[in-house]
């Protein structure tokens, strides 16, 4: 089985700062990695994806994601946050044994200030 | 492209009453999820369907929650009776065959028991 765990549960950030939102995985076989993002009142909206090959991701909304297998970390970046990026990050892992199975963070609630 | 449809969107009902959600999942996706997302966590699985057989229902309570999905089409999850920890988003998804292909999620089902 796989887990991930978000080891921030809120992250508050000026608008036009840097940002990042980590997430850790833990797996005894090789893994698909996701990030996706809910705004208020949504449902889940896919940002990026690393199924192979680069291991830096890049996604909409100008976010990107670094594969990191020795650190079993899939960090999630954008070099500038707008107000509009207000919302929770969710972490998702995939073990390549069971396609099926998605093991879902608790969550990373992004506020972003004036 | 349709994405998945949800209904009801919001249902406020009193313990021990039941309750059904409904879900449309994406035209010719054959794997459908229902999660349960309780606030302030990320979703967990409670029953995933291929086709119309069930794959995984471990996470179901069993003695009050039913799904089906009959005719590997559309999907009912229903609830009964209720409880209080039952307030919560119902998310229903639904992804295609293949390796590492995306989970897509409906907007939610929000129960609040009463």
């Known amino acids: 089985a796989q887990s991930v765990t978000q080891l921030d549960s809120q992250v508050p950030v000026f608008e036009e700062a840097p940002v990042e939102l980590r997430c850790n995985y833990s797996?005894?076989?090789?893994?698909?990695l996701f990030w996706y993002v809910q705004y208020p009142n949504q449902g889940l909206q896919l940002l990026l994806k690393y199924l192979s090959g680069s291991t830096l991701v890049k996604g909409i909304n100008g976010f990107e994601a670094e594969f990191n297998k020795s650190q079993t970390s899939f960090h999630l970046r954008k070099p500038s946050v707008h107000i509009s990026d207000t919302a929770e990050y969710f972490c998702?892992?995939?073990?390549?044994?069971?396609?099926?199975?998605?093991?879902f963070g608790s969550g990373t609630k992004l506020n972003v200030k004036p | 492209e349709a994405g998945v449809a949800q209904s009801p969107r919001y249902k406020i009902i009193e313990k021990r009453q039941s309750v059904a959600f409904w879900c449309n999942p994406i035209s010719g996706h054959a794997t459908l999820y229902w999660y349960q997302q309780i606030l302030g966590q990320g979703p967990k699985l409670l029953i995933q369907?291929?086709?119309?057989?069930?794959?995984?229902d471990s996470q179901l309570p069993k003695d009050r929650f039913s799904a089906e999905r009959l005719k590997g089409v559309d999907s009912t999850l229903k609830i009964q009776p209720a409880k209080l920890e039952d307030s919560a988003v119902y998310l229903c998804?639904?992804?295609?065959?293949?390796?590492?292909?995306?989970?897509?999620f409906g907007e939610g089902s929000w129960l609040t028991v009463v």
């Open positions: 369907f291929q086709n119309n057989g069930v794959v995984d």
């Open positions: 998702a892992v995939i073990g390549r044994d069971n396609f099926n199975k998605f093991y």
């Open positions: 797996s005894s076989v090789s893994v698909y």
């Open positions: 998804a639904s992804r295609t065959e293949g390796v590492g292909n995306t989970i897509y």
